[in-house]
């Protein structure tokens, strides 16, 4: 097997000391799964040489980008081979005329947004992790960020993709204009499927005029529930922020990051709110959004219109994640969505389960689209049986409020066990009917979203 490998993608991309895989046997989750070889191909024609020989002697294939996913989805459970994108990363077309561009599945995100904001046009979608991770693991879990409450998710920009199937066909689902309706939507269908499906080789994805302008506001509150009417209001008045994020009392206190709010009052919650279509000279928008932020309570506003400013305020928001992991022995990530107006609501109910399930839960995230990241905490693992009860009620309270246990991480293999919360059997036969089609001999990565 080792030879064949190596007669495939060239010895120096092929891994197969124990040492090395060990680099290979994990995501940003706490899963492990140590695999029997890692390949790193570089032409979508080894990527299906390597199904076919999958496909012949039956083994499992479990498809990786840059390990940045926090549900276990890169992890090969079932040991087998992992085929890691990270050398497929160019950039192969920005098309400035039809606002399109094509690129391999290992490109890093942040580097596209970067190269097409260079051209006056703009990529939009932007999960925290976009410095670090792969547009093939966005279109992989459908990946989100501040910005979908504007612009959408990742699936909202994929055009068409090239995907390499089970037994080694390629095939190219999509087209390269906005509109197309020919047969079914295998791109919408691909998108989201966790490499269950097929493997990514190449992303076409449409393009955005870049926003002229973008200022961002700092807003702290003295309850939560301020802060979410604040939300709703904002919207309900028109006005299409292109982010509105949230953090508890607890991110603020775990950051440290109340030194930058100048106040004498207790803040409880903290909104950044950021627009890009608002002229920074026009101070009538401006004042309405003071004005209703005051309505609801808010104790101050700090406004940033340069880089730097804005760069700090984003900064507290991105690195609580790695705060609250940091706090304690147990962390578990969780990413549920309630209806907006419902926020406060469930944030209202968590002190009763962090009491009986004895966990301590951090809640910040998109308070525009209800996309609530559950950072939930325990300070020993002799009680993680207790805290995946607490977790299982957790998510049965959130589908019971018409919300869903994954918004933007995936389930992977992590949210495995929760899935017929919230999926029908019926849903579920008929899902894992399509899994079948695709994949007969279940050897693409194996043990995800489904058991």
Known sequence: MLD????????????????????????ASSISGLPDFVVKPQHVEEVQALMRIASKKNFPVTPR???????????PIHGGVVISFEKMNSIKLIDTENLLAEVEPGVITGELKKEVEKRGLFYPPDPASFEVCSIGGNVATNAGGPACLKYGTTRDYVLALDIVLADGTLIRPGVKTRKGVVGYDLVGLFTGSEGTLGLITSV???????????????IPFSTLAGAMKCVTTILNRGFIPSAMEFLDEKCLNLAESTNIITSNETCRALLIIEFDDIDISDTEDL?????????????????ATDSVKRNQIWELRRKISLDIEHSSEVYIPEDIVVPIGSIAKFASLLPEYEKEFKINIYTFGHAGDGNIHLNITASSKTNINLVNR??????????????????????????????????????????????????????????????
């Open 65 to 75: 980008g840059l390990g940045t996913g926090l549900a276990g989805g890169a992890v």
């Open 287 to 303: 004042q309405r959004i003071y004005d209703i932020a005051e309505e609801n309570g808010a104790i101050n506003i700090f406004v």
């Open 4 to 27: 064949e490998l190596k007669a495939i993608f060239g010895s120096e991309n092929v891994i197969f000391e124990k040492e090395n895989l060990e680099d290979y046997s994990r995501d």
């Open 204 to 218: 076409l994805v449409k393009l955005v005029p870049k926003p002229k302008s973008m200022i961002s506001l700092l």
């Open 390 to 451: 607490g977790i299982r009620a957790i998510l049965k309270k959130v589908v019971e409020l018409g919300g869903t246990i994954s918004g933007e991480h995936g389930i992977g293999c992590a949210k495995l066990p929760f899935i017929d919360l919230e999926l029908t059997s019926p849903m579920i036969e008929l899902q894992k009917s399509i899994k079948n089609l695709f994949d007969p001999l279940n050897i693409l990565n194996p043990g995800k979203i489904f058991d």
